[in-house]
Nanobody, 124 residues
Framework: QVQLAESGGGLVQAGGSLSLSCAASGRTFSIYAMGWFRQAPGKDREFVAHIDVSGRRTRYTDSVKGRFTISRDNAKNMVYLQMNGLKPEDTAVYYC?????????????????WGQGTQVTVSS
């Protein structure tokens, strides 16, 4: 079992930055690939980024490439999402998710554990 807790969301102006964190419980964090997803009001949950267990392989949805960076620290049971150049269309609740697999996935249905989410609002 893994429990996840996101933090770092908030209100920021367009062009600004936020750093999201996701703290994971348990001693086996390093065996889980991690992902970030987001859901805007009235829209489906959307893949943002994922990272493999080693932290060396990452993938991003096209709309955030070059602006967002996912990383992890297995010693601290943490995964991060650094968001720069934020746009109003990035406004959403952001969720971190854990998958019991070495590799991440852009498909949210394969993730085993989810956090409660953190709100990110970008004003124009």
């Amino acid at each position: 079992q893994v429990q996840l807790a996101e933090s770092g969301g908030g209100l920021v102006q367009a062009g600004g930055s936020l750093s999201l964190s996701c703290a994971a419980s348990g001693r086996t964090f390093s065996i889980y690939a991690m992902g970030w997803f987001r859901q805007a009001p009235g829209k489906d949950r959307e893949f943002v980024a994922h990272i493999d267990v080693s932290g060396r392989r990452t993938r991003y949805t096209d709309s955030v490439k070059g602006r967002f960076t996912i990383s992890r620290d297995n010693a601290k049971n943490m995964v991060y999402l650094q968001m720069n150049g934020l746009k109003p269309e990035d406004t959403a609740v952001y969720y971190c998710a854990a998958r019991l697999d070495p590799l991440g996935s852009s498909d949210f249905v394969v993730y085993d554990f989810w956090g409660q989410g953190t709100q990110v609002t970008v004003s124009s």
